[in-house]
């Protein structure tokens, strides 16, 4: 169409980019071309004609599956995209993506991300062509994409997201689990027992459980999960409870008469007397269950200061080695008290020493040759790999996340990087060197052995 058009053929930069397989706007599965990106000078001009874009190409075996076409239209799409109208350049993606997937439903906790579940959920999506574009889709990228984002991720994982979240936008939850509050406080002990008075929620995922925390202003807090028929778990009984206890118990009345008129477990009158220091008139806890049901908050408090100022010098992540419980317990119950009473971070000061990347890059260059003639040597043979060359010079992923600073040892390395071919047509060759040095026949099992 475009020699009929323009009298001329031309590369389209939508079909170009990586990840798109199919045409933008017709759908239509592309032909790979034949000229390699790898080939001659990456400046030099090579004209489409008929002789490196054939006209005639056989159609992929996944162009009958209108499922993958559809889905990878939708990739060409965005892509395409992307070229004609950047995107406005924005202060921090992580937090947008953050918030975009805890308001579809992949909230752990009231700001965390439910990362086990957003990963099955994008491969799950994409998983018809998983195999098509690996280079989208592989590590964990989902993870980092709703974090900080402390580097630079593919545009193509840009796209992917995007596709994803506009997915999911008719999934949205339309109503809180727990419905519209206020909700019901079962305080007994309160005027309000029974009535909607509790304004404050946190709602929490555990695993497939939605479990509601509902916290009263006279201090009663218990929680429920969604879907659940059994009663509440009281979770803290506040001071109201402390007060009938002494009451009670200073009019004289036995363990169970007062567990019933305050309509709890007589257990639970026991620890709360024990935690009280009162003088009852039935048996006290033994002393083995002399643990109390609610720990002393200023005790533990004190603990945590005076650890603090014996150990000036000490980090936040010290002083709980030395206070496990005490941290274990601020940090549930207490923690924005912990966090305003305890030790600045610490950053670390980066040198401001600057590396001269062009005598790295020369020096990169003749280890390499050297640690691969190594590789070569070694019995049984070994491929020569980029991993395996990059741990042997100790430099694990320096020259991939470098590529740019270090031209010429990436020049050396796509020398003596061996291909799957070249190095089992060496092994064979090895192989038969042993079986000749060990006086045995050459036969081709023995060789495949």
Not at 30 to 43: E, F, I, K, P, R
Not at 143 to 154: D, I, N, P, S
């Amino acid at each position: 169409m475009s020699v009929n058009s323009y009298g001329e053929g031309y590369w389209r930069r939508s079909h170009q980019l990586p990840g798109v397989l199919v045409c933008p706007e017709h759908g239509a599965a592309l032909a790979d071309s034949a000229v390699s990106q790898g080939d001659g000078n990456q400046h030099e001009f090579i004209a489409a004609d008929q002789k490196n874009c054939s006209p005639v190409a056989a159609l992929p075996s996944w162009a009958s599956s209108p499922r993958q076409v559809t889905l990878l239209q939708e990739i060409a799409k965005r892509s395409a995209a992307l070229l004609d109208h950047p995107p406005v350049r924005f202060r921090d993606w992580g937090a947008y993506y953050r918030g975009a997937v805890i308001d579809r439903g992949f909230d752990k906790g009231k700001e965390n991300v439910a990362q086990n579940l957003l990963r099955e959920a994008i491969l799950s999506l994409f998983e018809p062509v998983i195999d098509l574009i690996p280079g989208g889709l592989g590590g964990d990228w989902p993870t980092a994409m709703v974090r900080k984002h402390r580097k630079a991720f593919h545009p193509l994982r840009h796209v992917l997201f995007p596709i994803f979240l506009d997915k999911r936008s008719s999934q949205r939850r339309t109503a809180p689990p727990f419905g519209k509050g206020p909700w019901p406080c079962f305080n007994r002990l309160a005027d309000h027992y029974g009535q909607n008075v509790i304004h404050e929620i946190a709602v929490r995922h555990d695993q497939d459980r939605v479990i509601g925390r509902f916290s009263c202003a006279c201090g009663f807090v218990y929680s429920r999960e969604v879907g659940s028929r059994s009663s509440p778990r009281i979770l803290d009984f506040g001071p109201l409870l402390d007060d009938q206890i002494r009451q009670k118990v200073a009019e004289g009345l036995g363990l169970r008469a007062v567990a019933g008129y305050l309509a709890i477990d007589p257990g639970t009158v026991r620890l709360h007397a024990s935690r009280l220091g009162l003088n009852v008139p039935w048996k006290p806890l033994a002393a083995r269950h002399s643990r109390t049901l609610v720990p002393d908050c200023d005790a533990i408090r004190t603990r945590w200061l005076d650890m603090q100022q014996n150990y000036a010098d000490l980090s936040r992540r010290q002083l709980a080695l030395l206070l496990p419980k005490e941290h274990s317990w601020l940090y549930r119950h207490d923690r924005e008290w912990l966090e305003q009473h305890s030790p600045t971070a610490l950053h670390k000061k980066w040198s401001d020493q600057r590396v001269d990347w062009e005598t790295l890059d020369r020096s990169m260059a003749i280890q390499l040759r050297k640690v691969a003639r190594e590789i070569t040597r070694e019995v049984p043979p070994q491929r020569v790999t980029q991993a395996a060359l990059e741990r042997k010079l100790g430099r694990p992923r320096r020259m991939s996340e470098r590529q740019v600073k270090l031209p010429k040892s990436i020049g050396v390395l796509g020398e003596v990087m061996e291909t799957t071919d070249a190095f089992r047509l060496r092994r064979i060759v090895w192989a038969t060197a042993e079986l000749h040095r060990q006086a045995l026949p050459v036969r081709s099992w023995r060789v495949r052995r």
